[in-house]
């Protein structure tokens, strides 16, 4: 069984601090890792992707991938409480053809004015 | 380009009852995924079609649910019949992956999904 795990939180930043999110995952061979942002009573929202190991930033978001601990973090700058939802890892697993996503429970941040 | 279309938003229905939803996909899109969400947890997929052939169904209690994607356009999720446990949010996603090499580097986009409520 492929497994993406994170803390379900909640994580409380004050408004403008960082928050850190975390994941780590099962299988070795992934390819691509992504997050999405899902509010309340909302479907996920991609908000970023990342494949190679280092560091993805895009606006306020920055990805962080290290594959040979099998872990991924998503890292918002200046956080707003407009930041406030559940945040999923999602894993694309390796097999020839394999399009699927594998999602982590996600973790709730509460970004607090 | 228009979302992915999902409906109905919402559903009530009895245990034993029968339910379906539909989706449809940005134009273009070969695969189509429904996934499942239960309050608290991130969605686990039940579904993959590729064109209109199943990829994966491995997930899928077939028991009970059955899903068709016919002309590799539309697709229709049944649950017949329902239990108190498939209360969830029913999640279709579609993307462009294929036979097109790198397309393993897309994320996809989810509909609006259903919320489907077995009393």
């Known amino acids: 069984q492929k497994e993406v795990e994170q803390n379900s939180g909640p994580l409380s930043v004050p408004e403008g601090a960082i928050a850190s999110l975390n994941c780590t995952y099962s299988?070795?061979?992934?390819?691509?890792f992504f997050w999405y942002r899902q509010y309340s009573g909302k479907s996920p929202e991609l908000i970023m992707s990342?494949?190679?190991?280092g560091d993805k930033e895009d606006g306020r978001f920055t990805a962080q991938l290290n594959k040979a601990s099998q872990y991924v973090s998503l890292l918002i700058r200046d956080s707003q409480p407009s930041d406030s939802a559940t945040y999923l890892c999602?894993?694309?697993?390796?097999?020839?053809?394999?399009?699927?996503?594998?999602f982590g429970k996600g973790t709730k941040l509460s970004v607090i004015p | 380009e228009a979302g992915v279309a999902q409906s109905p938003r919402y559903k009530i229905i009895e245990k034993r009852q029968s339910v379906a939803f539909w989706c449809n996909p940005i134009?273009?899109?070969?695969?189509l995924y429904w996934y499942q969400q239960i309050l608290g947890q991130g969605p686990k997929l039940l579904i993959q079609?590729?064109?209109?052939?199943?990829?994966?169904d491995s997930q899928l209690p077939k028991d009970r649910f059955s899903a068709e994607r016919l002309k590799g356009v539309d697709s229709t999720l049944k649950i017949q019949p329902a239990k108190l446990e498939d209360s969830a949010v029913y999640l279709c996603?579609?993307?462009?992956?294929?036979?097109?090499?790198?397309?393993?580097?897309?994320?996809?986009?989810f509909g609006s999904g259903t919320r489907l409520t077995v009393v």
């Open positions: 990342i494949y190679s190991n």
């Open positions: 079609f590729q064109n209109n052939g199943v990829v994966d």
């Open positions: 999602a894993v694309r697993p390796s097999g020839a053809g394999s399009y699927q996503l594998t």
């Open positions: 299988d070795r061979g992934s390819q691509s």
């Open positions: 134009s273009g899109h070969a695969t």
């Open positions: 996603a579609s993307s462009l992956a294929g036979s097109i090499q790198g397309q393993a580097n897309y994320g996809y986009t």
